[in-house]
C-alpha cells in the first residue's frame, strides 16, 4: 500500500493546506484537533498499521444475515433515493416531483420536508420482532444520510429528529427493540458527504417564473425570522458556505469526487471535526455492534483522518466494554487488500464472484434505498426467491448479507413488503441451519450461473447483471461434519446432480456416508458416480425459493 505521504502527494489538489501541513508535521496525533469528544485509547491507534490488527468478531462471522432500515427525512416523499439532492436538479424526475408536491424550491426546500415528516405510525418493537422471524442475526438503522439530517439525540447537530420532524429518538427506540429480540445492533453513517452532496441546493432556476430565485441551500439563521425554523441555522443542515466543486453543474460528477479528488470543493477543519464529534457522540451514546460508512475505505479519507480517529475509537470502546474483547465490526466500501485487513469490506448491490479470504458483507435494498412508492405500484421488489439466491451465494464465499426493507415515511413498512420478509421468514423455518454459523468450503459452488457473473463495478452493482440461478447451480457451505448443497431451483426429473462430488474428485476428504433434504424427514437416496453425486429428491416439495441438501 502506498505510503501516507505518497498517497498524499497524489491528491495534493484535492487535499487542503491546513491538513497537508498536519500530515506532515504531526503524523495522525491521537488528540482531536479541535475541542469534543475525546477518543478513545487503547490497542489501537488512528493509523491503518495499527488497525490492520482487526480481527472480525465470531457473532459476525456467524450471523450471517442482517436487516437494514435505510429510513430518514427524505422517505417522506416517497419519491426515491437522493432526493434531498435531486429535487434541486432542475427538470429532473425528483425536481419535477417536488415542484407538483410542494411547491418551488426557492420557497420549499428540504429543510421544509423535514418539517413535514412526523413518523407517526412508526412500532420498531413490532418491525424488529418480523425480522427476528425473518432470521436476521442482526439489524442495522440509518443515524444519518447525505442529508445531514441526525435520527438520534445529536449534541453537535440541532438538526436531528428529536428537536424537528418527528421530535423522536429514532435510534434510541431502534436501539431498545433490537436488545429485546435479541438482535446485534448496527449504525450506518452517511453524514461525510453532505458538503458536496448538497451543492445542488445553491442553484437556481434557470427557466420559468422562478428564474434566477435561488434555492435554500446558502439561507442563514437571520433569514428564518418569522419562519417555523426560526432559531436554527439551515447552514448546520446543508453546509452550503463554500466555492462549488469544478464541474458542479453536471450532477452526475459526484460519483468520481465520492473520493475526495477530481476537483472536489475540500471540507473544511471545522466540518471534517464536527463529523468526527457527532460520529463518535453516536457511538458513546448507543453502544452500536457495528457501524456502516457509505465512504470509500473511511469518512473523508484521505483529506482528514477523522475516519481513521472514529475506527480507532470504535474498536477501542468495544474493547473497554467487553473486557477486552473486540465486539465491534465497522464496513467501509472499495477498500485496498491492506485495508481489508482493518474492517470488513462491503459490497453495495453487488457480490464477489469468489471465496474471499476475509468475511465481508453485500448490501442491497429490496427496492429503492429511499422508499419509493412508484416501485409499490409496479411490483418491483425482489422476490422472496431473489433475496434467498443472494444469501445462498454470498455466504458460499465467505459474506454477509445486509438486506434493506424500505420504510415508509409514516415508519411502516407496506403489505408487499410484509409478505417478502414472511416469505424470507418461511425459507429459514425450514433452512437456517445452512445458513448461521456457517464456514465456506473448499469451493463456493458450480453452476451456469458461474461463467455469466458480472465483475464489480466502483463499489459494487454487478447484481442481477448475470444469468439467473437455476436447478443446476449449487452453493456450499459447511458445519461440523456436515456439507449443506443449497440448490437454486427444483430440477424437473427429480434428480440433482453434483459435479463436485464425483468419485474420485481430490476435494472430497470422506466418502458420502448421508444425504438429507432439509425439511424431509427421511434420508435420500444416492448414488455416486464418475460425473456427479447423483440425489433422488422426494415428490414433495419442503421449502420454496431453493432447497438444502445436507451431506454428511
Not at 487 to 501: E, N
Request: glycine fraction near 8%; aromatic fraction near 12%; proline fraction near 5%.
Amino acid at each position: 500500500m502506498l505510503s501516507r505521504r505518497h498517497l498524499l502527494k497524489g491528491l495534493a489538489s484535492a487535499v487542503p493546506a491546513w491538513y497537508l501541513s498536519k500530515v506532515e508535521g504531526l503524523a495522525f496525533p491521537n488528540a482531536p484537533l479541535v475541542a469534543g469528544e475525546p477518543m478513545a485509547t487503547g490497542k489501537f491507534k488512528p493509523t491503518w498499521q495499527s488497525l490492520a490488527q482487526y480481527q472480525v468478531p465470531n457473532w459476525y462471522r456467524d450471523a450471517k444475515f442482517g436487516i437494514w432500515a435505510h429510513w430518514g427525512a427524505q422517505c417522506q416523499p416517497e419519491a426515491g433515493d437522493w432526493y434531498a439532492r435531486e429535487m434541486y436538479d432542475e427538470g429532473s424526475g425528483k425536481y419535477n416531483f417536488h415542484l407538483k408536491k410542494y411547491g418551488p424550491q426557492s420557497k420549499f426546500g428540504f429543510k421544509d420536508v423535514i418539517n413535514e415528516w412526523k413518523a407517526d405510525k412508526w412500532n420498531p418493537d413490532q418491525l424488529l420482532a418480523l425480522y427476528q422471524k425473518a432470521g436476521a442475526e442482526y439489524f442495522v438503522a440509518m443515524a444519518n444520510h447525505h442529508d445531514n439530517f441526525d435520527n438520534y439525540d445529536s449534541k453537535y447537530q440541532s438538526w436531528n429528529s428529536t428537536k424537528l420532524g418527528p421530535k423522536k429518538d429514532l435510534i434510541g427506540g431502534w436501539a431498545k427493540a433490537a436488545k429485546k429480540h435479541g438482535l446485534r445492533f448496527g449504525v450506518s453513517v452517511h453524514a461525510a458527504h453532505a458538503w458536496s452532496w448538497y451543492e445542488t441546493a445553491q442553484r437556481a432556476d434557470k427557466k420559468g417564473p422562478y428564474a434566477g430565485v435561488p434555492y435554500d441551500g446558502k439561507l442563514t439563521k437571520a433569514d428564518g425570522k418569522g419562519t417555523w425554523w426560526e432559531g436554527y441555522d439551515p447552514q448546520e443542515l446543508y453546509a452550503q458556505n463554500h466555492a462549488l466543486s469544478e464541474g458542479s453543474e453536471k450532477t452526475s460528477n459526484i460519483h468520481k469526487q465520492w473520493d475526495w479528488g477530481n476537483g472536489v470543493s475540500v471540507p473544511s477543519k471545522e466540518y471534517c471535526e464536527k463529523f468526527y464529534n457527532r460520529t463518535v457522540d453516536l457511538i458513546n451514546k448507543y453502544s452500536p455492534d457495528l457501524v456502516y460508512f457509505d465512504d470509500t475505505a473511511l469518512p473523508l479519507w484521505p483529506i482528514s483522518d477523522a475516519g481513521l480517529r472514529i475506527a480507532a475509537h470504535l474498536y477501542n470502546n468495544s474493547m473497554k466494554r467487553h473486557g477486552g474483547k473486540l465486539e465491534a465490526v465497522l464496513n467501509g466500501k472499495v477498500l485496498t487488500p491492506e485495508q481489508q485487513k482493518c474492517m470488513v469490506w462491503d459490497i453495495e448491490r453487488g457480490q464477489s464472484n469468489q471465496i474471499e479470504p476475509f468475511v465481508w458483507q453485500t448490501d442491497t435494498c429490496i427496492g429503492s434505498w429511499h422508499y419509493n412508492r412508484h416501485i409499490y405500484e409496479n411490483n418491483e421488489y425482489k422476490t422472496p426467491k431473489t433475496v434467498i439466491h443472494t444469501l445462498a451465494d454470498v455466504v458460499s464465499k465467505n459474506g454477509n448479507l445486509l438486506l434493506s426493507v424500505p420504510v415508509r415515511g409514516d415508519g411502516s413498512i407496506d403489505e408487499k413488503e410484509t409478505a417478502i420478509v414472511e416469505g424470507i421468514a418461511s425459507w429459514m423455518a425450514v433452512n437456517r441451519e445452512s445458513i448461521f454459523g456457517t464456514r465456506p468450503w473448499s469451493v463456493f459452488g458450480e453452476g451456469p450461473a458461474i461463467e455469466s457473473a458480472a465483475p464489480l463495478n466502483a463499489q459494487g452493482f454487478n447484481e442481477g447483471k448475470g444469468k439467473p440461478f437455476g436447478a443446476e447451480d449449487i452453493r456450499f457451505t459447511t458445519k461440523g461434519n456436515a456439507l449443506y448443497a443449497i440448490v437454486m431451483g427444483w430440477p424437473t426429473d427429480g434428480k440433482v446432480r453434483i459435479k463436485t462430488l464425483r468419485s474420485g474428485n481430490t476435494a472430497l476428504k470422506h466418502s458420502v456416508n448421508k444425504v438429507q433434504l432439509l425439511g424431509h424427514s427421511e434420508s435420500l437416496s444416492f448414488t455416486p458416480t464418475g460425473n456427479a453425486l447423483e440425489v433422488t429428491l422426494p415428490n414433495r416439495k419442503p421449502s420454496d425459493y431453493a432447497h438444502c441438501l445436507k451431506i454428511t
